[in-house]
């Protein structure tokens, strides 16, 4: 089993933020770049939509 954070070396604990804050980082992208291809997808499907009507 794994200490409990406030019990491990204050290096320990500065790794695992480092850790966080870059996990949480990617994440930021990951999901920019997963709205960005949403709104592309239904832009483009509205501009069908009008050249057709």
Do not use: D, N
């Amino acid at each position: 089993m794994s200490t409990p954070l406030e019990k491990r070396p204050l290096e320990s604990r500065r790794e695992q933020k480092i850790e966080t804050e870059s996990s949480l980082k990617g994440t930021l992208v990951a999901v920019f770049i997963l709205g960005t291809l949403i709104v592309l997808g239904w832009g483009s499907a509205f501009l069908l939509y009008l050249s057709r009507t």
